[in-house]
């Protein structure tokens, strides 16, 4: 059976969900919303197993426009080793992240629910998207729903935080179109993948065909802007100081999203554009200054990042800037350019989204009751919460790599990976293993706050919390005021996934490994010897001295 | 020993603490509640068992020959079930890499241009003597300690978590001993480092408690730190991070790989690789400077500073260095840091704890002044007496502490030594076993502290004469500390401490008479007026039984072991024979023995549990009889000072004030530690997101974001319109440009 119509499928499902969606009524939304989300889980794990199977899930229309085919573009999907488990990430966390607003969204709910479905297709998009020019269409339009979402339904400085997500990211990816742009247009393909429509030169993707041609100063210049657009995204030091605001004012799901998969983008990319084509070249296969550029800036981020969050007092922003720490780690493990730290890499980017999305969920569990957010005015939650204080301890853990747990095997990987990386040296893996002490300070020092101590909780209005009906007047913030069920299935599925990956990291480690060797291999033979046709060959030829702006 | 049953079943031992962890977490609240201690009984008790089962199975075995080299011990592999050793491979833990590189030593190595590599962690357990010795001590005494808990534990709040938070660390302490390579091994000293946290937060409403569990945690990370980088320098040089790879004798494991030829860069890497685990083991075995963790610790409840904070869990580190000595042995730089910080921790902790005097602080920093010997005898290339100390010190020291627990139990929480007195009377049976502990603390001869301390002074006069006088210094400053607690507490005029108002509910003491046996406290003088009506006033206090036979039996267990466990080791050496067997023990001694430039050329061969010529008689009857006399002279000075005549205690100290000063102060450790690092780190993190991150980094990319600012005035215009179709054509019309941008072209 041909599977690829879930490709399509994938992306139908939420589109149309979030057009129904924008017709019915605020109640009926919301359980709409998760119908749809649970419907797009479903699809990608329909997916997922075929994926798995064997099955060859590609998609390429024939009946592209022709002014697309004509510049080598089109609309081409399809599923590698490294997008499933980011396509799976996203539509795991999608339910929840739904679930999670069911209570703490009470404007405009229909619009919400819409956007957050048009923000996963979107997101989707990009991971199935096979082609340079589409990727970057869906990678742009994740922006718009975000930044809805932030700036409607945020906290009070929403108006400023979007603003500021939607210049940083788009100003990054602008640079990062004319990247695209212009080696597509060298390549006279799009293409992601070996089987390219281009008119100049065929069966060459246009990332092989950047390997091939494009003079050093040409990569040097695409790498830049294609950089430009996911560091910022990622987001690496310096370019990080959007996310730490996006993160505060944005509402639970939004931080979820945001967190989850919307980081990863820029990871993603630099994984499949910004590596290969910037970095893996012909002759010297590497170009070392920048991994080493690269790896140290993380380490920047990882410390700098550490830093910042242990002084936070809103615990929000606390775990936003632990995500420059730890997305430091993902892209050093990515540009150790080994087996070891790219599959750490990789990994990393599922824990991360696993274990700071719930620790964004349990945070917004905790402002959904108390209003605050503030170090200084909670304390000791483990008394009238204890299994919230469960799972909050449980995902710091998992934050802090705690072995048995998923953080720990990406976190050693990728420190491993740049200890061991022969672009890099150990002294990288080790000053990068610093961070690790860091991540257990800031991190406990938020749950010696919040959770320990003697109970402190500011008192909350009757009006704005259900549970509180049968208040006792003052003081009543003081009683037992625990999760429900519906928090408690949001977090359960999330630490069950936390434990598997933690014992049998395998499960995603395992399959990766030939899709990332491909990643960091040039095709070493000149195109002239490859291609069998001499008409080909000479087109082939004469196309190799392409004009390349001066550095 | 492939053929035992329990080898094949070996993964029930940490298993079963961790599904009675489970079981005790998650109904232990609603429905087991008081009961919440049977399925960590059930489990820890089997696990015990099963222990033990192993233990007397691998001491049948048939004994080797004399002399085991690494040639015959691979020979013995091959015959199969004679070996004392075996490893139990459970699943493929992380695997990273192209496992089509198996077995090439050099994948791993730093050679540009080859990105290729394999890295295999497996969940896998190594068993041999050195294991199945720690496995008894730790599901032993922990089983003893669940016991002890639940009659101490009874009535607290959090009943249930306690005994889940037991099961846990039992699960990742036999995860350590048992693990069959380093990533196992860091995994149970990760997990009991969160156990540990776990248990000292236990009260996790006293802001003291939860100080305490983050800074054991903190402390420990900054030792793992140092065992991660040693870790990840293993893998580097050796390509494999498995003891002993395929099985010992097949040279695929990193201690057989070390003792191979060596390429430039490993020796390299292993003149760094000892100071890199050196450090996680300071930190997990309170060593200096990473020791400031462990008096805190002791905020956690008692059968936890019993169990974790001095039986098992700080001993770690000392279990690390043995297993992985081929790894130590080659840098004799590295081994005399061990010796000289293991004997600088010892006299450090054993001057703090002259001026403790809360009863928990006290051991605690014996505690550490006891691991400091342990680390001296490893140090000094005495692994087994290293061991041997381990074992004789989680019998004495988990019944000093468990005894302070009762004693603690009964004062209603009170633990300060200069408020009570004269104990025995009221808890005669705990003024026994506390005795036994404090005499084999103390080294008094013939019990267990005596020979395992004995041993460790002999290697460490046979290292360098300095640094056995200086342990001579320790081991008498401990007989003097043990015996001042011990004196005060239980000897002298009966005085029972004020309880406070709500914990027993019976009334105030009349101040006049607080203050008078307050004064039979300070002078030791008995027929004062007070202490009588003392006894009377306080009789209510033994009304209850302080002395339940459930926390009763552990003690008199522990006691038996605290009196007897120093004959494993002599007068023959069977424990030494015994460990002797380990391939970690023969690697180690083969490392040393083989090659002359290293450390001693007088090496002994039965510090490594090999057999060789038998050191003579007499210079240990010599040295027994010396260390025998610093004991009783220590306990006879606190004698003098602590019984006799107590006034004069306080008087030696006033007149020494500078030196009391500094004593009480602990050296002011924590505060420089506090202002000097943690404040200026944390000045340091304000400074850069308060001031760098708003104002230099933000600043720098708000001024190249100027250019797109007139995007941003465009869109925040779209955000009032406010209707949804209006958002839809705004992002159309983005596509729009985009394909436009692509058309153009």
Redesign the interface.
């Known amino acids: 059976m041909d599977s690829s119509f879930l490709l399509i499928l994938l992306l139908v499902t939420p589109l149309a969900g979030a057009v129904i969606g924008?017709f019915l009524s605020d109640a009926a939304a919301k359980g709409w919303a998760l119908v749809v989300s649970l419907a797009t889980f479903g699809v990608s794990v329909w997916l997922a197993m075929r994926f798995f199977a064997g099955a060859d899930l590609v998609v390429h229309p024939p009946s592209a426009p022709a002014?697309?085919t004509a510049?080598g573009?089109s609309f081409s999907l399809g599923v590698t080793h490294i997008s499933v488990w980011l396509i799976l990430l996203t539509t795991f966390l999608q339910p929840l992240a739904i679930l999670s607003s069911f209570k703490s969204v009470t404007i405009r709910q229909r619009?919400y629910y819409?956007w957050i479905n048009a923000l996963l297709v979107a997101m989707l998009g990009v991971f199935v998207a096979r082609d340079l020019?589409l990727f970057?269409?869906f990678f742009?339009?994740t922006l718009?729903p975000m930044?809805?979402i932030i700036?409607?339904w945020g906290g009070p400085e929403r108006?400023h935080a979007?603003?500021k997500f939607?210049?940083?990211t788009?100003?990054g990816g602008?640079l990062t179109?004319a990247a695209a742009?212009y080696v597509g247009?060298a390549a006279g393909t799009f293409a992601l993948d070996d089987w390219g429509a281009g008119a100049l030169i065929h069966k060459y993707s246009v990332i092989h065909y950047a390997q091939l041609y494009l003079t050093p100063t040409a990569r040097w210049w695409v790498m830049c802007g294609l950089l430009a657009g996911f560091a910022v995204k990622t987001p690496l030091?310096?370019?990080?100081?959007w996310l730490p605001l996006a993160h505060t004012e944005a509402p639970t799901a939004g931080s979820v999203i945001l967190a989850g998969v919307l980081l990863k983008l820029g990871t993603y990319g630099l994984f499949i554009l910004a590596v290969p084509i910037g970095l893996i070249g012909q002759t010297d296969?590497v170009i070392r200054e920048w991994t080493h550029f690269i790896a140290i800036i993380c380490i920047i981020g990882i410390i700098?990042g550490a830093?910042?969050a242990?002084?936070?007092p809103d615990i929000k922003k606390l775990v936003a800037?632990s995500s420059v720490s730890h997305l430091g780690f993902c892209v050093l493990g990515l540009f150790a350019?080994?087996?070891?730290g790219m599959?750490?890499s990789v990994l990393y980017m599922i824990n991360h989204g696993l274990s700071t999305g719930a620790m964004f969920l349990v945070i917004g569990m905790i402002y959904d009751r108390y209003h605050t957010r503030d170090i200084n005015k909670l304390s000791?939650l483990?008394?009238n919460m204890?299994v919230l204080s469960f799972f909050f301890i449980f995902f710091t853990?998992s934050s802090i790599g705690?072995?048995?747990l998923n953080g720990?095997?990406s976190e050693?990987?990728t420190?491993?990976g740049a200890?061991?990386?022969?672009?890099l040296?150990?002294w990288y893996?080790?000053v990068a293993?610093?961070g690790?002490?860091l991540g257990?300070?800031y991190m406990?020092?938020m749950a010696?706050r919040v959770?320990?101590?003697?109970?402190k909780v500011p008192d909350v209005d009757h009006g704005d919390n259900h549970d509180d009906a049968h208040g006792h007047g003052h003081g009543h913030g003081l009683k037992k005021n625990d999760i429900g069920f519906r928090e408690v299935g949001i977090l359960i599925p999330l630490a069950i996934v936390v434990i598997i990956i933690g014992?049998?990291?395998?499960i995603i480690?395992?399959g990766m490994?030939t899709q990332i060797?491909e990643l960091?291999e040039a095709p070493v033979v000149p195109m002239a010897q490859k291609i069998t046709s001499p008409a080909n060959a000479a087109v082939a030829q004469a196309d190799v001295k392409i004009a390349i702006p001066s550095r | 020993m492939q053929h035992f049953w329990v080898v094949q079943h070996s993964w029930l031992i940490p298993l079963l603490p961790l599904i009675g962890a489970a079981i005790a977490g998650f109904f232990g609240?609603k429905i087991l509640r008081g009961q919440s201690h049977w399925p960590i009984w059930l489990a820890v008790g089997t696990s015990a068992v099963l222990a033990f089962i192993l233990l007397f199975q691998t001491l049948a075995l048939p004994k080797h020959e004399a002399g085991a080299t690494p040639e015959s011990t691979a020979a013995m592999t091959a015959e199969g079930p004679y070996t004392p050793y075996y490893s139990k491979l459970l699943?493929?833990?992380?695997?990273?890499?192209?496992p089509a590189l198996i077995g090439t030593a050099e994948h791993?190595?730093?050679?540009?241009?080859?990105?290729?590599?394999?890295?295999q962690a497996t969940a896998s357990f190594f068993f041999d003597p050195l294991t199945v010795v720690m496995l008894c001590v730790v599901c032993g005494i922990g089983f003893l300690i669940t016991i002890f808990s639940a009659g101490y534990m009874k009535g607290e709040s959090g009943y249930f978590r306690f005994f889940a938070y037991l099961g846990i660390f039992i699960f990742m302490m036999t995860c350590l001993v048992m693990g069959g390579n380093l990533?196992m091994l860091?995994?149970g000293w990760?997990?009991v480092g969160?156990s540990s946290?776990l248990l000292i937060?236990y009260y996790?409403?006293k802001?003291a408690?939860?100080?305490a569990?983050?800074k054991a945690?903190?402390v420990n990370?900054?030792g793992?730190?140092g065992f991660?980088?040693g870790i990840?320098?293993c893998?580097?040089a050796f390509g494999t991070v498995s003891y002993f790879g395929n099985g010992v004798g097949t040279h695929t494991g990193l201690l057989e790989l070390a003792n191979g030829s060596l390429t430039q860069f490993q020796t390299t890497a292993l003149y760094w690789i000892p100071f890199c685990l050196m450090l996680g083991a300071f930190g997990k075995s309170a060593q200096f400077p990473l020791y400031v963790w462990l008096p805190d610790a002791m905020e956690g409840p008692t059968p936890v500073s019993a169990l974790i904070h001095a039986a098992t869990m700080v001993t770690a580190g000392v279990y690390m260095i043995a297993r992985c000595g081929t790894l130590f042995v080659h840098n004799p730089a590295a081994m005399t840091t061990i010796a000289v910080i293991g004997c600088f921790t010892a006299l450090l902790a054993a001057t703090i704890a002259l001026r403790q005097f809360d009863l928990k602080k006290v051991f605690a920093y014996s505690t550490i002044s006891q691991l400091g010997f342990m680390f001296v005898g490893i140090g000094a290339l005495a692994p087994v007496a290293g061991v041997f100390h381990l074992v004789t010190h989680a019998f004495f020291k988990a019944l000093l502490f468990l005894s302070s627990g009762v004693v603690m139990h009964a004062m209603a929480g009170e633990l300060d030594m200069r408020k009570m007195s004269g104990l025995k009377r009221v808890l005669p049976i705990t003024h026994i076993l506390m005795l036994i502990g404090c005499l084999a603390l103390a080294g008094f001869p013939f019990l267990s502290g005596f020979f395992s301390k004995d041993d460790i002074v002999g290697a460490a006069f046979h290292m360098n004469f300095f640094l056995g006088f200086m342990l001579l210094v320790a081991a008498f400053m401990t007989a003097y500390y043990t015996f001042r607690l011990y004196f005060r507490v239980f000897q002298g005029p009966l005085v029972i401490p004020e309880a406070p108002a709500d914990s027993h509910g019976h009334g105030h003491e009349p101040n006049e008479h607080a203050a008078a046996s307050q004064s039979a406290i300070d002078t030791g003088t008995a027929p004062s007026s007070g202490v009588d009506t003392a006894q009377t006033h306080h009789d209510p206090h033994a009304h209850h039984n302080h002395e339940p036979a459930l926390m009763m039996f552990p003690l008199i267990v522990l006691a038996i072991g605290a009196l007897l466990a120093g004959y494993l080791n002599f007068p023959s050496e069977m424990l030494g024979d015994f460990l002797g067997k380990s391939p970690s023990f023969i690697y180690a001694y083969d490392a040393v023995h083989n090659n002359p430039a290293l450390v001693h050329a007088t090496i002994k061969a039965s510090a490594f549990g090999q057999e060789g010529k038998p050191e003579p008689l007499g210079i240990k009857l010599i040295l027994m009889t010396v260390s025998g006399l610093i004991a009783l002279a220590g306990i006879y000075l606190a004698y003098l000072f602590h019984l006799k005549d107590r006034a004069r205690a306080a008087a030696l100290a006033n007149s020494m004030w500078p030196i009391a000063s500094i004593l009480d102060h602990k050296y002011w450790v924590d505060e420089i530690y506090q202002r000097l690092i943690v404040e200026n780190?944390?000045t340091?993190?304000?400074l850069?997101?308060?001031v760098v991150?708003r104002f230099v980094?933000?600043g720098?990319?708000n001024l190249?974001?100027l250019?797109?600012?007139a995007?941003?005035v465009f869109?925040?215009l779209t955000?009032q319109r406010g209707y949804?179709q209006g958002?839809a054509a705004?992002?159309l019309f983005?596509?729009a440009i985009?394909l436009f941008?692509?058309?153009v072209?």
Request: proline share 6%.
């Open positions: 924008g002014q697309l510049i573009a619009e819409a020019l970057y269409v742009e339009l718009i930044f809805f700036g409607i108006r979007a603003t939607f210049l940083f788009f100003a602008v179109l742009v247009m030091f310096p370019v990080h100081t296969s700098y830093l910042c242990w002084v936070q800037f350019l080994n087996d070891i599959q750490g000791g483990a008394a204890p853990l705690l072995p048995g720990f095997v050693f990987l420190t491993l200890f061991t990386s022969p672009y040296n150990p893996g080790s293993a610093i690790i002490i257990a300070v406990l020092h010696a959770i320990m101590g003697p109970l014992v049998k990291p395998g480690l395992n490994r060797e960091r | 609240a699943f493929n833990w992380i695997e990273a890499g192209d791993a190595q730093n050679v540009p241009g080859v990105s290729n590599s394999y890295f990533i860091y995994l990760e997990g969160l946290y937060g996790y409403e802001p408690a939860r100080e569990a983050k945690f903190l990370r900054i793992d730190f991660g980088i990840m320098l893998y580097l780190l944390r340091l993190g304000k850069l997101a308060n991150d980094v933000d720098l990319v190249a974001g250019i797109p600012q995007g941003g869109l925040k955000v949804l958002y705004a992002m983005g596509i985009i941008v692509v058309f072209h």
